[in-house]
Structure formats: structure tokens, C-alpha cells
């Protein structure tokens, strides 16, 4: 019986398209959080780096069947120095701060889901891929949250360089003149309660991507977001 109809046969090529849709589903479910925190790695970057090591995997395991005493591990083992050439691409360093080290970790996580769902160990790989997406999503390194009751934001965040999203909840009337003046913050979601942007704002904030503005906002200040 030729190799190819044994491999159909016993492995079967619906085994292969369940392992890259779990590959997959992997790496879409973590990307998507990088994707929402605007990352320079995001839902397409994990899905192809997880269905690359899951075909990789699935190779080295099942294609060198005509070689005596093949070592199914060696190809599947230098997945993981590729994807660390990859992760160094998402790292920044910029003054004494250092940016992309959690991107590129999830890079290298999926790369090893990808591995384990080529290996056909489904339950390993959704069970890494929850613990990770929760990692990502509730312990939120880089992200603040401000709320009070009339209070006004003056000029209180300059220090806090680690940050790079902004969450201004309600009961904030208003962001004073240089609020956020020259940080590193790269998203803000500023609440309905807030009526008021003051002046250079968020002036020489170079890495802003995305501002989230609601109803009850009435006026900006000139060069708010210069």
C-alpha cells in the first residue's frame, strides 16, 4: 500500500483540518486581544506564526516516513528559534523603557500551541490558549484608569511612562491643559462625563493611535492632540 493511502487511511486528512483550525482558533483568540491594544503583532500575526509551527509540526512528524530512524522533533524544535527572531522585531527600546517584551512573548506562546495542535494534543492547546488570553486580559500591565467626582485631570500623568492606555471613567468633567502632555500612551478612552479637553492636552503624545471621544464632550482646547 503506497505511504500516502496509509497516511489518509490512519491519520486521515480531517485529523490535519482540525489541527490547523485549533492552531488557528489559538492564535486568532490571542492576537485579537493584541490586536485590540494596537500592537505592532496582531490577529494575523499569531494566526500564520500558529498555522506555520502547527504545519511545521505535522511535517516533521508524519513526513519523513521513508527515512530510517528520523528524530520527528529536530525540525519541529527550531519553530521555536525562528519565532524568536520574529519577537525580537516587536521589541522597541525607546529611552530607558522597554516595549513589545508581552507581544512578543504571545508570539512564542502560539508558536507553541501551534506545535502541540500539529502534535494532535487538542486539550493541551485550548488549555494554554485560555491561560494565556486570561494573562493578557486581567493582569493589564499598561493600563490606567482615572475616575472621580467632578475632579478635573491636571497635568498628572507625565511621570507614569509604563502606561500606554488611558481609561478617563465617569465622573471626570474635564482634562485640564497638559493633562497628558508628551507620554508614551498609545490609546485613550475618555468617558461621556467628560465635557471639556483643555489645551495641548495631549500635546507631543507621538505614539497616539487611538482616542475614544463620547456625547458629552462640548469643547477642545487648540492643539489638544498637536
Do not use: Q
Request: with cysteine; glycine share 12%; aromatic share 12%.
Amino acid at each position: 500500500m503506497a505511504w500516502d493511502m496509509w497516511l489518509f487511511e490512519h491519520v486521515g486528512a480531517w485529523d490535519y483540518l482540525i489541527r490547523i483550525v485549533v492552531a488557528c482558533l489559538c492564535g486568532g483568540l490571542v492576537g485579537l486581544e493584541r490586536t485590540k491594544r494596537l500592537k505592532e503583532a496582531g490577529i494575523r500575526t499569531h494566526i500564520i506564526v500558529a498555522l506555520g509551527a502547527t504545519l511545521i509540526m505535522v511535517v516533521s512528524k508524519y513526513g519523513f516516513s521513508d527515512v530510517m530512524e528520523a528524530d520527528a522533533s529536530r525540525i519541529a524544535s527550531n519553530v521555536i528559534t525562528g519565532v524568536s527572531f520574529l519577537g525580537a522585531g516587536v521589541i522597541f527600546v525607546r529611552g530607558g523603557s522597554v516595549k513589545g517584551l508581552t507581544t512578543a512573548a504571545s508570539l512564542w506562546a502560539v508558536a507553541c500551541l501551534g506545535i502541540a495542535a500539529g502534535a494532535g494534543y487538542y486539550a493541551i492547546s485550548l488549555m494554554g490558549m485560555v491561560f494565556i488570553f486570561i494573562t493578557l486580559t486581567i493582569f493589564e500591565d499598561g493600563l490606567a484608569r482615572y475616575t472621580g467626582n467632578g475632579s478635573i485631570l491636571n497635568n498628572m500623568f507625565s511621570w507614569e511612562h509604563a502606561v500606554s492606555a488611558i481609561e478617563v471613567c465617569d465622573g471626570i468633567t474635564a482634562l485640564d491643559e497638559y493633562a497628558f502632555y508628551n507620554t508614551a500612551i498609545e490609546s485613550v478612552d475618555i468617558a461621556g462625563s467628560v465635557s471639556e479637553i483643555g489645551p495641548n492636552a495631549f500635546y507631543n503624545c507621538r505614539n497616539l493611535k487611538r482616542v475614544t471621544l463620547r456625547e458629552g464632550l462640548k469643547t477642545i482646547g487648540d492643539f489638544a492632540f498637536g
